[in-house]
């Protein structure tokens, strides 16, 4: 389920906010960022919840290995991959999109294996994300001028 676009601060208890910066931010740092609701409902095969893509990033990391982030210093979670026509692409989630938040939990300073716990979690059915991509920042400085 594809939501409505909004602003999110992680660094101050992730508040919503009128006002967008750009992507890049400073670990431990505020940051303001256009957002994505997605709600990815998992795909049931036999004792398997299937959520569709895969992640890459972290903190324990190496950002240089991103092929999404712009100046090689991004430790943030990235969607690496996503199933043509399983939940995920259903949701509307994107190849490239950096994932803010897992179902209310910070995403921007955790590890990889963190990242990859929160949203296989087995008793959880849906997983609320709030993603963030670089359309999304530019639809909403376009519409600003």
């Known amino acids: 389920m594809k939501g409505p676009l909004s602003y999110l601060q992680p660094g101050r208890n992730?508040?919503?906010s009128d006002q967008s910066?750009?992507?890049s931010f400073i670990p431990g740092q505020p940051v303001t960022a256009v957002v994505q609701?997605?709600?990815i409902r998992k795909l049931r095969q036999g004792e398997h919840l299937i959520l569709g893509f895969s992640i890459?990033?972290?903190i324990d990391q190496d950002p240089g290995q991103n092929?999404?982030?712009e100046d090689k210093s991004d430790k943030g979670i990235y969607v690496t991959r996503v199933t043509p026509e399983g939940p995920a692409e259903v949701a509307g989630l994107m190849m490239g999109d950096k994932v803010m938040?897992?179902?209310g939990?910070?995403?921007t300073m955790v590890t990889h294996d963190q990242a990859r716990k929160r949203l296989?979690?087995?008793n959880e059915d849906v997983v609320r994300l709030l993603v963030t991509r670089k359309s999304l920042e530019q639809a909403v400085k376009h519409s600003m001028m």
């Open 101 to 103: 938040q897992v179902n």
């Open 67 to 69: 092929p999404f982030s």
């Open 105 to 107: 939990w910070d995403m």
């Open 120 to 122: 296989t979690k087995k």
């Open 14 to 16: 992730t508040k919503v």
């Open 21 to 23: 910066e750009t992507m």
């Open 37 to 39: 609701r997605i709600e």
């Open 56 to 58: 890459g990033g972290g």
